[in-house]
């Protein structure tokens, strides 16, 4: 078993049955993504800082600058890409619609849950 078998899985209400995702899982001092089709591809785990920047760098569609990952567009695929190990999480495009969307709608925010756990 792995820590990341531990932790509260997510995807964005808009993905069709949490199928095929961009799964989300706040951490003790940041957030992880998987791809919920390979969950044992392992993660990419980002700090508190650098998981608000993602975010907003995703749902705006800027440069990657968070320090964590780069997103690169693939024809129609997002390539979510680790700088700090070789793993590279692959989504479709309503794979990556969804979370983008689930994004602009706050649902990945858990700075709130962070003030709440200090």
Do not use: Y
Not at 42 to 66: H, K, Q, Y
């Amino acid at each position: 078993m792995t820590i990341a078998d531990n932790l509260a899985w997510r995807t964005s209400t808009r993905s069709s049955n949490g199928e095929k995702c961009v799964e989300v899982a706040p951490t003790a001092d940041g957030v992880a993504i998987r791809h919920s089709k390979r969950p044992t591809a392992g993660t990419i785990t980002f700090p508190a800082t650098a998981w608000d920047t993602f975010v907003r760098e995703a749902s705006s569609g800027l440069s990657s600058d968070n320090g964590v990952a780069i997103v690169t567009t693939i024809g129609t695929d997002t390539l979510v890409k680790s700088l700090h190990t070789a793993l590279e999480l692959r989504f479709d495009e309503a794979e990556w619609t969804a979370f983008v969307a689930g994004a602009r709608a706050g649902e990945f925010n858990f700075a709130s849950q962070r003030c709440l756990n200090k």
